[in-house]
């Protein structure tokens, strides 16, 4: 556990300009007591200002009950859960970043003691982010916080303000969601949902997110042009 984390990819962030409010969960080890809970989700001190400024629509983005589109939401305010895919440069703007995430649905619920998203999603959003002394890891889960500025062969790209990172071993999946419009590229990468195993892991260990995820080192920095949306 601890090695991967020392060796994931990290990419640092710096800039002089306007920044994103960059957070980052501490990873903690998580003891099994026999008994599990459901609870809301609750935003740190640092994303109340942000979660507060959400509409009604864009608090939960999808469940079993409550399909949720990415698409067609230019200028409105949202945040959305993605697993970091890729992260390259913003040519022409050295301090800026573009980050490739696969978003993950999310009903506002979570378990206690661990964050919880659905396995299943609405797809690729792209996050523009200016950050100072900050690392994001590939295949890390974050939340972002901003506005929709644009949308291209629908995949819509989000001015990030707040961004919040859930690293390994902070985070698992569940396989309840609304139907899955995920990234085939991603989708063939889960080796359990080929298996049609069962997803939901209330303790994952690192064999759990190489199984669904993929292997961190050939994302982020490293993911193939090829890759990015066109």
Not at 87 to 109: A, C, N, W
Not at 145 to 169: C, H, L, M, N
Not at 199 to 222: H, Q, R, V
Request: hydrophobic share 35%.
């Amino acid at each position: 556990m601890n090695k991967l984390l020392i060796t994931i990819l990290l990419l640092p962030l710096s800039s002089s300009f306007a920044q994103t409010v960059v957070e980052t969960v501490p990873v903690k080890v998580l003891t099994p007591t026999g008994s599990l809970a459901t609870c809301a989700y609750m935003p740190s001190e640092q994303e109340t200002p942000f979660y507060k400024e959400l509409g009604k629509n864009e608090i939960t983005t999808g469940s079993f009950m409550a399909p949720y589109k990415l698409q067609g939401k230019r200028n409105k305010f949202v945040s959305w859960y993605g697993i970091v895919r890729g992260i390259r440069d913003v040519p022409g703007k050295s301090d800026t970043h573009e980050l490739l995430l696969e978003q993950k649905y999310f009903d506002g619920m979570s378990d206690c003691h661990i964050m919880l998203v659905s396995k299943s999603g609405a797809g690729d959003f792209i996050a523009q982010v200016t950050a100072k002394d900050a690392t994001i890891p590939s295949l890390s889960m974050i939340r972002v916080y901003g506005k929709v500025v644009s949308e291209t062969a629908g995949v819509p790209r989000i001015d990030a303000q707040f961004i919040r990172i859930w690293p390994w071993f902070t985070f698992t999946f569940t396989d309840l969601g609304a139907e899955d419009h995920s990234n085939p590229k991603w989708q063939k990468l889960c080796k359990i949902c080929q298996s049609e195993g069962r997803i939901y892991k209330p303790y994952p260990t690192e064999n759990y997110y190489l199984a669904i995820l993929g292997d961190p080192s050939s994302f982020g920095t490293m993911l193939p042009a090829d890759d990015w949306p066109k």
